[in-house]
């Protein structure tokens, strides 16, 4: 298998998620400016031109990260690392997933923008800041999202959330949320990951 990603962008949840499960897998960084890889052009392989894309050993292209960390996660059950298919809890694992998506992920993406108007900053800040108040009330009794069990689901969070310092959000306003952060960056697979993506980020 191939996972083409960029350094810390939304394909680290994937890149954890393939460490954790112990998966022997080819690692293709992809320039998000140029849309190229050292294979040539990017949207050959997503048409979508973004990270994670996930090529499988008969060729198929996976695309879209919950998608890409359930299909790994069913690859190895034993794991746990997401619910089984058909019961209660894997759609309560599927249900943070897509507010992580949509809420956490797609409500952080314009803060990049470095013309964004101030206004407009504080606004999504705002929003950002109730989200990260229903995520402490998941997570003040609780190690992880689903409870004691560790999921894709606090891959993805984690991937995002670790976005704050670079965007100038004060996560420290949130403890749950930085204990939450803790608990997961000392996970062997997730601390491999950062250093290998730290590694490559700085050969660019």
């Not at 992580?100 to 800041?129: F, V």
């Not at 003040?140 to 004691?148: A, N, P, Q, R």
């Not at 891959?155 to 670790?162: K, S």
């Not at 996560?171 to 993506?197: D, I, S, Y």
Request: hydrophobic share 40%; proline share 5%; aromatic share 10%.
């Amino acid at each position: 298998m191939k996972l083409y990603f960029s350094p810390f962008a939304c394909s680290l949840a994937s890149h954890i998620v393939m460490n954790e499960l112990g998966m022997t897998f080819e690692s293709v960084p992809v320039n998000l400016q140029t849309h190229h890889y050292k294979g040539g052009d990017f949207y050959a392989v997503n048409p979508k031109g973004y990270v994670p894309a996930l090529e499988m050993s008969n060729g198929e292209v996976l695309t879209e990260g919950s998608a890409i960390l359930q299909y790994l996660a069913d690859q190895k059950p034993e794991t746990h690392l997401i619910p089984k298919a058909g019961t209660m809890e894997r759609y309560r694992c599927q249900e943070w997933l897509n507010f992580i998506a949509t809420e956490i992920h797609k409500g952080m993406g314009p803060l990049w923008k470095a013309d964004l108007p101030e206004e407009s900053r504080n606004m999504i800040k705002t929003m950002l800041g109730k989200r990260f108040d229903y995520l402490t009330g998941a997570l003040k009794s609780h190690d992880f999202l689903m409870g004691k069990q560790y999921t894709v689901a606090d891959a993805y969070l984690f991937t995002i959330l670790n976005w704050a310092p670079m965007l100038k959000i004060d996560l420290t306003k949130w403890p749950a949320l930085m204990g939450f952060m803790e608990r997961v960056k000392t996970r062997p697979a997730v601390a491999k990951t950062l250093q290998t993506e730290g590694a490559m980020a700085n050969r660019h």
